[in-house]
């Protein structure tokens, strides 16, 4: 796609196209760069000021080419220069170090995200009550036992159904990711 698809700049659309890109691709923004920073403060902070500057740049994304990639792009040297002002800290990773934690992020990015859409369709193919169970075990802050006895079972009980459950997430998966390959 030429670069004139992208509408002008003073037009709403252009806007929209990129808060669309960026909503899209956030998760695995922030993924990347929890790779490359120490905390999900110093994360936030480089996620927006690499949307800053992505908006800044966007009449030079050129339709058709990954925005995730050029976004990691973006973010990667903010990260670098993120770590450059925050050198006085004593835990500190190389410029090398941290090339390479991100350049196997860009690497990774793809098929992170076809393993988590097939995640998200082997989860939609579970009946509601094991996903909302699935869910309640693995709710940040949640201890396993307090599930357990909202559920009416035995933590050990709980603990088989979460593994056969996770099991057959596997293989869904692994599935879905075959015949994505086909």
Not at 101 to 108: N, S
Not at 122 to 127: D, E, G, R, S
Request: charged letters at 25%; a negative charge.
């Amino acid at each position: 796609m030429p670069p004139s698809a992208l509408p002008p700049a003073d037009d709403p659309r252009h806007y929209e196209a990129f808060v669309r890109e960026l909503l899209q691709h956030e998760a695995r923004a922030r993924g990347f760069l929890h790779g490359l920073l120490p905390s999900w403060d110093d994360v936030d902070d480089v996620l927006q000021e690499t949307s800053l500057v992505a908006w800044r740049k966007f009449a030079q994304f050129e339709p058709g080419t990954s925005f995730l990639n050029w976004f990691l792009t973006i973010a990667r040297f903010e990260a670098l220069k993120h770590r450059r002002k925050a050198a006085r800290s004593p835990v500190v990773l190389s410029e090398e170090v941290l090339d390479l934690i991100a350049d196997e992020g860009l690497d990774e990015a793809p098929a992170l995200a076809r393993e988590r859409s097939a995640l998200e369709a082997c989860l939609a193919k579970l009946p509601a009550p094991q996903r909302e169970l699935l869910d309640a075990s693995y709710r940040p802050g949640v201890k396993f036992h307090e599930v357990a006895a909202q559920s009416g079972k035995s933590a050990q009980a709980l603990y088989k159904i979460i593994q056969r459950l996770r099991a057959t997430l596997l293989a869904c998966i692994q599935t879905q990711l075959q015949e994505g390959h086909a």
